[in-house]
């Protein structure tokens, strides 16, 4: 089945450093991909999304691009800020599982000021 | 644009009682899906509801159950309260079913004691 793997937290950097998040998955289908944060005591909230090979997704200095040839969607920003310090969440929606929802485990982000 | 609402944001229920959360769309959306959050489990989909039916469910007991109604507002209950359904219950909605893009809510968090 459907299935996403995330890098494994937490990551801790210092503020303006720059960040790499890394994401991969197995689909049956052609899936979406998304990244999605959670601030403490929050729900989710969607980063970015790209829904076909080579899109870039990009939203409040966070990038990430849909690689079909490694199966990978790594979140990238340039330098990061103590307001950055989140949960981010790796996910894919495919025409094979229903289009529901596949997360990955999240990785925990703190930002060192 | 109101986002999507859910009541209410904390409870506390004993085993064997039953419990309902409840979850309004944005206005507009028209399909609602219920998730579970845990430390151990992560994020677990539970169903999706669009134009008042089930449309897709994920792998949890008939403990757990849903509904519809005709302005979309959605409610999920769970009976016969577990230690381990203590979670973070998230709801989302999107504009259509299998939409890719899904709004959250903050969620509901339920301890069972």
């Known amino acids: 089945g459907d299935s996403v793997t995330q890098m494994e937290g937490p990551v801790t950097l210092s503020e303006e450093a720059f960040l790499t998040i890394n994401c991969t998955y197995t689909a049956t289908g052609y899936p979406s991909l998304f990244w999605y944060v959670q601030y403490p005591g929050e729900g989710l909230q969607l980063l970015l999304k790209a829904t076909k090979a080579d899109d870039k997704g990009s939203n409040k200095g966070f990038e990430a691009t849909y690689r079909k040839e490694t199966t990978s969607f790594h979140l990238e920003k340039g330098s990061v800020q103590v307001s950055d310090s989140a949960v981010y969440f790796c996910?894919?929606?495919?025409?094979?599982?229903?289009?529901?929802?596949?997360w990955g485990a999240g990785t925990k982000l703190i930002i060192k000021p | 644009k109101a986002g999507v609402t859910q009541t209410p944001r904390y409870l506390i229920k004993t085993r064997g009682q039953q419990v309902t959360l409840s979850c309004s769309p944005i206005s507009g959306h028209r399909s609602v899906s219920w998730y579970q959050q845990t430390p151990g489990q992560g994020l677990q989909f539970l169903f999706e509801?669009?134009?008042?039916?089930?449309?897709n469910k994920g792998n949890f007991p008939g403990r757990f159950s849903g509904r519809q109604f005709s302005n979309s507002r959605s409610e999920m209950n769970v009976s016969t309260l577990e230690l381990g359904d203590s979670a973070l219950y998230l709801c989302?909605?999107?504009?259509?079913?299998?939409?890719?893009?899904?709004?959250f809510g903050q969620g509901t968090r339920l301890t069972v004691v």
């Open positions: 989302a909605s999107s504009l259509a079913y299998r939409n890719t893009e899904a709004f």
């Open positions: 509801y669009f134009s008042e039916t089930q449309r």
């Open positions: 996910a894919l929606s495919d025409p094979g599982s229903n289009y529901q929802l596949i």
